[in-house]
């Protein structure tokens, strides 16, 4: 494999996901406290109060990232600590500066306040100005030390888990009544764009899930339902930031906000980024529902009986074993799709890719043996490689996730770290795919990247 030279290599995580410390420091509760609280959302009723324990052990883990040879580190911040207590942010931007790692701070990864969920949360407008609120508040802080910023993670996740359906926080179950939440989300983006650059960001982007979208057949009922569910989670969520528009009349019509109110919000939407950050993991099938097909228990989400498109398998040979399908070639085709889409398409960075296998704890002698992640990244890098090659601009890439951690709400099963971690003790040890990570990222500046 050959990347361009300066090509940033990185690791990525998320706050809720591995913090814990969930009320140190008069730390607030965020709406995933509340959700992992009742009873039945998470698989066997975890929750992230402790997680990984990296509020506490951050110095630790700075050094595994470090010494890995990363260029790069995507955390994000969560919002109610960063209000009630700053300083941990603080302490870790001094320590992974100190190491000679990039921080690229995410300022909302799912993790709302819950006294603004109590306001109605993204369904209400207000919300994407408190976030902008926060956004300066951070920037003020940390701006003289972090250069690059991230505004939202996958904020189709989060419209569509969240509001839509009820798998993930706060679970309302809105279905196609969501579509403010997107709005929403995106003027929080654009807001937060407006108060990072006020703040002397050096760059700004976002990280946006992308993946192809198949029709299960080539019946053209499965085809427009296949469209219509593209539409839906992914360009509505970054043509307006790249075309500064809607993908259709029907999502316009749906978003809640109208006429000049929404020209206005647009060109907010549309203000210019300095890298565009993909996260992939697989593709989808779509079907238009088939009469008197049953469609419960086809995905580990129960999509709600009405709507005009049907999740269904992908076909493939290999799957992790979180169950999602393993198609590199996705990635180079949705690489090569939004270059072709957006002419304006700033240079791209992987903000997330990589896998959930169920690893054994460490062996005797202190390994873990994880062919099958290494297999998995090693695919995923080459198939950035090849869309680098047909002229995408990316400048990085960065493996989800550095630690084993908070899978929502798949709880602590699904272990996607290039560093395991012990549920017990919360020992970290090194995985065969960190040491191969360090050893590509070595290779890759020795030979002059
Ligand atoms: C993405 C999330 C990230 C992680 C990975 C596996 O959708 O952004 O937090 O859970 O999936």
């Given at each position: 494999m050959r990347f361009p030279p300066g090509f940033r290599f990185g690791m990525a995580t998320s706050a809720y996901q591995i913090e814990g410390a969930f009320d140190v420091g008069g730390k607030a509760p965020s709406i995933w406290d509340t959700f992992t609280a009742l009873p039945g959302t998470v698989r066997h009723g975890?929750?992230?109060?402790?997680?990984?324990d990296h509020y506490h052990r951050y110095a630790e883990d700075v050094e595994h990232i470090a010494a890995a040879g990363v260029r790069d580190y995507r955390f994000s911040i969560s919002w109610t600590r960063a209000l009630a207590d700053p300083g941990f942010y603080d302490r870790l931007v001094d320590a992974l500066l100190a190491a000679g790692v990039r921080p690229v701070p995410t300022?909302?990864?799912?993790?709302?306040?819950q006294d603004l969920e109590d306001q109605?949360?993204?369904?209400?407008?207000d919300t994407a100005y408190r976030l902008a609120d926060y956004a300066g508040v951070v920037v003020r802080r940390l701006g003289d030390r972090v250069r690059d910023w991230i505004t939202m993670n996958e904020m189709n996740v989060q419209t569509l888990y969240g509001y839509a359906l009820t798998d993930h926080a706060p679970a309302r179950g809105l279905g196609l009544e969501a579509l403010p939440v997107a709005h929403h989300q995106l003027l929080a983006h654009g807001l937060a764009v407006q108060a990072l650059r006020a703040g002397d960001a050096g760059a700004v982007g976002i990280a946006n899930q992308h993946f192809p979208v198949y029709p299960a057949s080539d019946d053209p009922a499965d085809a427009f339902a296949a469209e219509l569910f593209r539409g839906l989670t992914n360009w509505t969520f970054s043509d307006p930031i790249l075309l500064g528009d809607y993908p259709d009349e029907m999502i316009r019509a749906g978003v809640g906000t109208s006429g000049a109110q929404l020209d206005r919000d647009l060109e907010l939407i549309a203000a210019p980024l300095d890298f565009y950050g993909v996260n992939f993991y697989e593709p989808t099938a779509i079907e238009a529902p088939r009469a008197g097909k049953d469609y419960s228990g086809v995905l580990e989400v129960d999509i709600p009986e009405g709507l005009p498109f049907s999740p269904v398998p992908v076909k493939s040979d290999e799957r992790t074993d979180f169950g999602w399908a393993i198609v590199p070639g996705a990635l180079t085709e949705i690489l090569v799709a939004l270059r072709d889409r957006y002419p304006g398409l700033p240079p791209v960075i992987v903000t997330e890719n990589g896998a959930s296998f169920h690893d054994a704890a460490?062996?005797?002698?202190?390994r873990v043996r994880d062919p099958r992640r290494i297999a998995y990244l090693d695919a995923h890098l080459r198939a950035v490689e090849a869309a680098i090659d047909s002229g995408v601009r990316v400048d990085g890439f960065y493996v989800w996730s550095a630690f084993d951690n908070f899978?929502?709400?798949?709880?602590?099963?699904e272990r996607f770290g290039l560093v395991h971690v012990d549920r017990e003790t919360l020992a970290r040890t090194r995985k065969d795919s960190w040491y191969w990570y360090r050893d590509l990222i070595a290779a890759h500046h020795t030979s002059g990247g």
């Open positions: 975890e929750d992230g109060r402790v997680a990984i300022l909302y990864h799912w993790d709302l306040p109605g949360g993204w369904l209400n407008r460490p062996d005797p002698s202190g899978e929502w709400a798949a709880g602590y099963d």
